[in-house]
């Protein structure tokens, strides 16, 4: 039973428009969310991450907005830029409990010059 | 500079001979981790640890075994390794539960 779920495998988006990418959860327990880029033959980056009090976190182009009520969250990146091409995960976590995270399958995003 | 390393970045192998892929982490974080990362099926987590000789299942955990003896290594041991391990293992840490994960470059593992 996947409990984080990127149903889009794949995205391409015009470079300078906005991208969006989506994430479902079905754990109710989950209060921690995290999104991860990942470029070829590396390993994953930190790009930004939200807690359940909030609905919305900025840092710079990009944007993370948490529906609870929806167990959704999705990233925006605006302007998308051809170097955010990569695969990009999102990640969840709850604060009681075990201690661990469980990652969605990953989207790949292409940015289009 | 503040690094995550595993050793070796890349391993063939046979079905049943024993091995150990070694992770070791300088920025004195207590949470560290292994995943592997599979086509269909993204990032998985083997075993997590949350501090020296502290450490719990993730949710792919058969087959593998780990060790947090010091604070900045993390072994992953394969005692009979499969076919079906073949993938791509990353380790990570962090300065504690829910604070940002710092990756390792990955291991990609063929077991033959």
């Known amino acids: 039973d996947q409990q984080v779920k990127q149903n889009s495998p794949s995205l391409s988006v015009q470079e300078g428009r906005i991208s969006i990418l989506n994430c479902d959860y079905t754990n109710s327990m989950f209060d921690y969310f995290l999104w991860y880029k990942k470029y070829p033959a590396e390993g994953p980056t930190f790009l930004i991450s939200i807690s359940s009090i909030k609905d919305k976190n900025e840092d710079g182009r990009f944007t993370v907005f948490l529906n609870k009520s929806a167990k959704h969250l999705s990233l925006h990146i605006v302007p998308s830029q051809p170097g955010d091409s990569a695969v990009y995960f999102c990640?969840?976590?709850?604060?009681?409990?075990?201690?661990?995270?469980?990652f969605g399958t990953g989207t790949r995003l292409k940015v289009l010059a | 500079e503040a690094q995550v390393t595993q050793n070796p970045r890349y391993l063939i192998t046979v079905t049943g001979k024993k091995l150990t892929v070694t992770c070791s982490q300088n920025?004195?974080?207590?949470?560290m981790s292994w995943y592997r990362q599979d086509p269909g099926l993204g990032l998985r987590q083997i075993y997590y640890?949350?501090?020296?000789?502290?450490?719990d299942k993730g949710d792919v955990p058969e087959g593998y075994k780990v060790s947090r003896k010091e604070k900045r290594n993390f072994p992953l041991i394969l005692e009979s390794p499969s076919p079906n391990q073949t993938s791509l293992y990353f380790c990570a840490s962090a300065m504690g539960y829910q604070e940002t994960q710092y990756f390792g470059p990955g291991t990609r593992l063929l077991v033959l």
């Open positions: 920025m004195n974080h207590e949470y």
């Open positions: 640890s949350m501090n020296v000789e502290v450490t």
């Open positions: 990640a969840a976590s709850a604060s009681s409990g075990t201690y661990k995270y469980i």
